[in-house]
């Protein structure tokens, strides 16, 4: 497999463990100092950090036109762990957009 497209996937995998991290250091007691200094926080930051050096490498053999929307996908599963971990509500229409989110990232991986 090209180490590109292995790069990407692996940003949006750390891009989508960072979100959860700082969803998960949003929750609790405490200013928003208290929030930033706790260690889910600080280590969600730390791998955004390093989804991001990933992303660059991918950059280096995909164009931007296809792999900034193929990092899209995050929002798919980001929006069912917030919605299976934190019961989020998720209603028809985020169900609508997440889909079109889907078939968009589909249509670019094949373009």
Not at 53 to 61: E, V
Not at 90 to 110: M, P
Request: no cysteine; hydrophobic share 60%; glycine share 16%.
């Amino acid at each position: 497999m090209n180490p590109h497209w292995v790069a990407l996937a692996g940003a949006i995998v750390i891009g989508v463990a960072g979100q959860l991290l700082l969803k998960a250091g949003a929750i609790g007691p405490g200013g928003v100092v208290e929030q930033v200094l706790r260690p889910t926080t600080l280590g969600g930051l730390a791998l955004y950090g390093g989804g991001a050096f990933l992303y660059l490498f991918a950059l280096r053999g995909i164009p931007v036109s296809v792999a900034f929307p193929s990092a899209a996908a995050q929002y798919v599963v980001v929006a069912a762990v917030g919605w299976l971990v934190w019961s989020e509500p998720v209603g028809i229409q985020q169900i609508a957009g997440l889909g079109l989110i889907v078939a968009g990232v589909l249509l670019l991986a094949t373009a």
